[in-house]
């Protein structure tokens, strides 16, 4: 595998396992005490040792290996983007700003977590689109500037996050947490949600719209 791809495998299985870290230690506190020593190593050896996996495979079948890092890479953001916003629930809880808290915005009610999540996304598609631009789509003309790139993919990013807060704010506020969840464990149930209609939104965009001609 070459030095680059081995290089953003490594670095996208340390953002991982950092990220997973808030994100564990509010899902399941007994197995992140467990647990949190391992998190960071296993990531950083699965995702080596799954990207040299698949660019074997993708030796013979090309479309495996952009699949393979688009995986890594969309796991990667679920996680910046449910890691982001675990912190920020925390944070904002101790400064008397919890999730389920509302303001009146004098058109409609908004809860706390909707902000929370829209800041979570947009840093989140912050990291995509270099992700997405430099690897996962990447070309000989990677490095090259092309504003009607960027509007393409604030337009479709933008879209994105609105299928992304939607889904969310639905989960979070339209059903009361089951099983005993805390506001904050309910919280990732409808971050993951809306992440995940998010990123097949946003990968359909990027392919056939934005870098269309870097495939």
Do not use: C
Request: glycine fraction near 10%; hydrophobic fraction near 55%; charge should be positive.
């Amino acid at each position: 595998m070459p030095k680059k791809d081995l290089g953003f495998s490594l670095g996208a299985g340390f953002l991982i396992g950092i990220l997973l870290l808030p994100v564990l230690k509010v899902a399941k506190p007994e197995l992140f005490n467990a647990l949190a020593f391992f998190v960071v190593p296993f990531s950083l050896i699965a995702a080596s040792l799954g990207m040299l996996l698949a660019h074997k495979i993708g030796t013979r079948f090309a479309l495996i290996w952009q699949l393979a890092k688009y995986v890594i890479v969309g796991g990667m953001n679920t996680l910046v983007d449910l890691g982001i916003l675990t912190l920020i629930i925390l944070i904002a809880k101790n400064f008397g700003a919890p999730a389920e808290d509302s303001i009146y915005t004098g058109i409609f009610t908004l809860t706390f977590y909707s902000i929370y999540k829209g800041l979570s996304f947009i840093l989140a598609n912050i990291n995509s689109f270099f992700w997405s631009k430099y690897w996962t789509f990447s070309q000989k003309d990677a490095a090259r500037k092309s504003p009607s790139q960027f509007i393409q993919f604030f337009t479709v990013s933008l879209i994105g996050l609105l299928f992304n807060v939607v889904v969310a704010s639905l989960i979070f506020r339209s059903a009361p947490p089951l099983a005993g969840f805390s506001s904050e464990q309910w919280g990732l149930v409808g971050g993951a949600a809306g992440s995940l209609a998010g990123m097949v939104w946003n990968f359909l965009g990027y392919k056939f719209v934005v870098f269309e001609k870097r495939v």
